[in-house]
């Protein structure tokens, strides 16, 4: 037993320290980076960094940008994912199966492949440059159809849509009274980490989005891409980009294990 918390305990520190040693960088200036033995604690210069990571880029506008497109993405591929889910798993139609493996089979597809086409999409409907372009193509995912698909096929009982059928349900009020509660947990770890995949994407934003009006990881590649690598500056943005994922895991973590430890105990 103390074998095993020795190892949480050291895999622990190594995952977190890169977070921690990117902090103690920020809070110092270049000239401590060539020192030897590198600092190991935290210095004095963390706000005079953070006032030079905002007037160098729009950091404020692009944490407000992150903040809006991943919760936006996240809330909505919770709800089409469970709705689309609820389908594919309870509810019998001609070519369910078909459509789900064509489904799943859009997994496998680079999305690299798609930017030229879905860039030409935005043009023609004048979206580049604005929310819409991130937003409008994330609304639904195969990922989160197929996870929902899964977790409602074992979690939720045929007989439970029987009887609320028999007291007159419809589906819609089925899926709003039966589904909605019994997909919550599953529902909450997709939408964590849809929230995450969107507030650490890059490349999208980067073709669609103008230097003017960015998304957090945007803006620090900017930060990153000065003639002189200022190293204190870029990670001093990487420390207040990460602080938001740092925050709504904190306030939805313990729901997540809960709602899941919930979910197992009643099945």
Same mark, same amino acid.
């Given at each position: ?6 190892? $949480?305990?050291?895999?622990? /520190?190594?995952?977190?320290?890169? *977070?921690?040693?990117? #902090? ?10 060539? =020192? ?27 944490? @407000? ?17 469970? !709705? ?16 789900? $493996? ?10 690299? @492949? ?28 195969? /990922? ?6 899964? /977790?409602?096929?074992?979690? $939720? ?16 009020? *089925?899926?709003?009274? #039966?589904? #909605?509660?019994? &997909?919550?947990?599953? &529902? ?28 957090? =990881?945007?803006? !620090? ?29 904190? !306030? ?16």
């Amino acid at each position: 037993m103390r074998l095993r918390y020795l190892t $949480l305990i050291a895999v622990a /520190f190594f995952s977190a320290f890169p *977070l921690y040693y990117s #902090v103690v960088v920020a809070s110092r200036d270049n000239a401590a980076l060539a =020192q030897v033995p590198p600092p190991l604690l935290p210095g004095g210069n963390f706000l005079a960094n953070v006032e030079r990571v905002f007037d160098t880029v729009p950091f404020g506008l692009a944490l @407000l940008n992150s903040f809006v497109v991943s919760g936006s993405i996240a809330l909505t591929v919770m709800f089409f994912s469970t !709705l689309a889910g609820f389908a594919f798993a309870k509810l019998r139609f001609r070519g369910r199966n078909a459509m789900l $493996l064509i489904t799943v089979a859009t997994m496998m597809v680079p999305a690299q @492949l798609g930017i030229i086409p879905l860039y030409m999409l935005m043009v023609k409907v004048e979206w580049t440059g604005t929310m819409y372009a991130l937003v409008v193509p994330a609304l639904v995912n195969a /990922f989160g159809v197929f996870f929902m698909t899964q /977790f409602l096929q074992r979690a $939720l009982p045929t007989e439970l849509l029987e009887a609320g059928r028999i007291d007159g349900c419809t589906t819609w009020g *089925l899926f709003r009274h #039966v589904v #909605v509660p019994a &997909a919550r947990p599953a &529902a909450a770890v997709l939408g964590m980490l849809t929230f995450m995949t969107a507030w650490n994407d890059y490349f999208w934003p980067l073709v669609v989005l103008t230097p003017e009006n960015p998304t957090v =990881q945007v803006a !620090l590649s900017t930060l990153a891409s000065g003639y002189v690598n200022d190293f204190v500056l870029g990670l001093s943005g990487t420390a207040l980009g990460t602080l938001p994922l740092l925050l709504v895991f904190a !306030l939805l973590g313990k729901q997540i294990i809960g709602g899941i430890m919930q979910g197992a105990v009643k099945g």
